[in-house]
């Protein structure tokens, strides 16, 4: 490119960026970015009592810009209620009723509070209000004035002894650990609505924890209970084994607010799921002969996303006698465990005869909170499990009569009801 050419571009370049310059200038307002800023009373109360509790802050902007409203006591200790916002021309008007960002006092002595304050109002005394402005340019001006606070309610609304119970937590409905008990104090009362209670996931999605019924009304000052069960007793699939946050938030009338947090773990939480396979039972016979034994084999099948806590006896187990029971073995009903049941018509309790899901060998095992083994079939496994009964009690006015077996969950459900029916004859030695 020769030496005219490229002197040409230049100035055409040059009488562009000044044509620019022009029309920018002729765009651009003349004067500070902040036109005007007024407060539309010199007094407030800020205490939710309905006399002088908001005021009215109306600022106009000639251009676009970034604007910071604060206060300024007689120290010169700065309050922010925006700050660095940006905002485009125009006007505009904000409530204050007193609350700014969260500060600190001298003073402060938050006994058994070990969150954060997020909002909190001002105390008594003379302040100036200040709204700055600044351009794109950098160009900045502000404009201020005097207010009196004096009545403020200045007690927060503190969360205190906030604990969640076991924070090692498995929503599988196996009876242990099932439910995470979190409780909270308040140290004010509050609207009812005020106070909230959040699971948050690591991704932070949250999840609201409704509290429990108690002596103390919503928002009452006082002990607050929450009982998650992460929606497991509604069918509900619980939130992913991991490490979780829990959060408790209160806001009082006038808009403080505080913030506490502690962290709760998810092991082994799914839905339990298990099914006779087919609802098949191989039965020994259908015909016994007094002192004999009848005996059942059967599969099992974990199909849900939960394992399954199960107790003994182990498969393979028969019992000597049709009067005798899990119980007298020492395998006494336990909450949330699971076991294969046999049933007959003249049994006088609800099958009698359990067996558990496996032995130890065939079972996962997993330590409680208290450290003591526990049994599990896993998801998507499968288990045979045998067992039989001696028929050595003769009842005449029902022979024959019906057995048949069942899937237990203890204390929560009899999932597989009546299944393999079989009519079987107790004959004479």
């Known amino acids: 490119m020769n030496r005219s050419r490229l002197l040409s571009i230049v100035i055409a370049l040059a009488l562009v960026a000044a044509a620019l310059a022009g029309a920018w200038a002729v765009l651009r307002p003349a004067g500070p970015p902040l036109v005007a800023a007024a407060l539309d009373r010199p007094a407030l109360s ?17 251009r676009p810009a970034s604007v910071s409203i604060y206060f300024q006591d007689a120290a010169e200790q700065r309050f922010y209620f925006r700050q660095d916002k940006a905002r485009d021309a125009g006007e505009y008007q904000v409530e204050f009723a007193g609350v700014v960002d969260a ?9 058994d509070f070990s ?19 600044t351009d794109a340019a950098g160009a900045t001006n502000e404009l201020s004035g005097a207010l009196t606070i004096s009545g403020a309610d200045a007690a927060l609304p503190l969360i205190v002894n906030f604990g969640v119970s076991p924070t090692l ?31 948050i996931a690591p991704d932070g ?36 084994d991991g490490a979780y946050t829990v959060l408790a938030e209160a806001e009082d009338a006038l808009g403080q607010r505080v913030q506490v947090t502690t962290q709760l773990a998810i092991a082994h939480g799914g839905l339990p799921r298990a099914e006779i396979v087919l609802g098949e039972v191989r039965w020994s016979a259908s015909s016994v002969v007094v002192g004999h034994f ?8 974990n199909y849900g996303t939960a394992p399954l806590r199960t107790t003994g006896p182990a498969p393979g187990y028969v019992y000597a006698s049709m009067l005798t029971n899990s119980n007298a073995l020492g395998a006494y009903e336990e909450s ?25 060998e065939s079972l996962t ?23 039989g009964v001696a028929l050595d009690e003769v009842v005449p006015s029902l022979n024959p009569q019906y057995f048949w077996a069942g899937l237990i969950h203890e204390n929560v459900a009899v999932v597989n009801n009546r299944i393999g029916q079989n009519l079987v004859t107790i004959l004479a030695p």
């Open 46 to 62: 800020p205490n939710a009592d309905g006399d002088d509790d908001v005021a009215h802050l109306s600022y106009t902007l000639r």
């Open 103 to 111: 500060f600190s006092l001298p003073t402060d002595n938050f006994a």
């Open 115 to 133: 969150g954060r304050v997020l909002r909190r109002g001002l105390p008594n005394g003379q302040y100036t209000w200040h709204v700055a402005a």
């Open 169 to 199: 937590f498995s929503p599988n409905r196996d009876g242990i650990d099932d439910r995470a008990t979190i409780t909270l104090a308040l140290t004010k009362d509050i609207a009812p609505d005020g106070l909230r209670v959040y699971l």
């Open 205 to 240: 999605t949250q999840l609201s924890i409704e509290e429990q019924p108690g002596n103390r009304q919503p928002g009452q000052a006082g002990l607050h209970s929450f009982d998650y069960d992460a929606g497991i007793d509604q069918g509900l699939t619980p939130p992913a």
């Open 294 to 301: 009848l005996t059942f084999t059967l599969v099992v099948e």
């Open 336 to 360: 949330g465990a699971w076991r294969i049941g046999l049933m007959c018509q003249t049994c006088k309790s609800d099958y009698p005869w359990r067996w558990a899901l496996g032995s130890p």
């Open 365 to 387: 095992l997993i330590r409680d909170s208290n450290d003591r083994p526990q049994y599990y079939l896993m998801p998507g496994q499968t288990a045979v499990v045998t067992g």
